[in-house]
């Protein structure tokens, strides 16, 4: 068997049709997620109270679950229950903004949680407000040690978009699956996603070895 090149040519637009959809879905999930983790992590370093165990429950919740059961419950039973018509791409852009926002809550917390007590103490023992604390004391550390940690992430998001193919979402995995049936080049287009794949995540993973180590430099000397 052959790598055919020309079993490419014709229909390779479709592919890249397929790219720019789970792109677009990736951003989505990352918007409406983002949102709700912040919710979510706030809930949770309330440390008590209703907002905390419904944070805890949430997060803890759509971690522990299989990013595919999520996709068929949000794709099968959301409508079910609610009463709604979502189609697959907007049932997928839900089931993995309910899995950033998970996700990402704890990606928020842990950065919040490491901003050293003292810088704390300094601030509050001038006085400063609030807002000012968390924009000026707490955020930009915070930014910085969990920026790895989300970036870590985006790659098992771009990953998981890939499972949207199950309930018929027109991203890349499943238009290279039904141009493999129609045309029977499935090493061709397969292949073509794999490394379409290799070139969106792996930047991301030299990104976060290398913070990885100026991290141990740092933390070491």
């Known amino acids: 068997m052959t790598f055919d090149l020309n079993a490419l040519e014709a229909d390779y637009p479709l592919v890249l049709q397929g790219l720019l959809v789970t792109l677009r879905i990736v951003f989505y999930a990352i918007l409406f997620g983002a949102v709700g983790s912040v919710v979510l992590c ?95 004391v707490v955020l930009p550390p915070a930014v910085r040690r969990m920026m790895p940690n989300f970036v870590n992430f985006l790659t098992e998001l771009l990953k998981a978009s890939s499972l949207l193919s199950t309930i018929g979402v027109a991203e890349i995995v499943y238009q290279a699956t039904v141009l493999g049936n129609e045309t029977f080049a499935y090493l061709e287009f397969l292949t073509t996603v794999a490394v379409l794949f290799f070139m969106l995540i792996f930047p991301l993973s030299l990104y976060v070895r290398r913070a990885e180590t100026r991290h141990f430099k740092r933390t070491s000397r």
Request: charged share 15%.
């Open 42 to 136: 706030l809930g949770k370093l309330s440390g008590r109270g209703p907002g905390y165990r419904v944070a805890v429950f949430v997060i803890d919740f759509f971690r522990t679950i299989p990013e595919v059961v999520l996709i068929f419950w949000v794709y099968s039973c959301l409508p079910l229950l609610f009463g709604l018509r979502m189609s697959a791409e907007v049932s997928g852009i839900v089931a993995l903004s309910l899995f950033v926002a998970a996700n990402v809550a704890e990606i928020l917390r842990a950065g919040i949680l490491s901003t050293e007590k003292g810088q704390l103490e300094a601030a509050f023992s001038l006085g400063l407000p609030a807002p000012t604390i968390w924009r000026r």
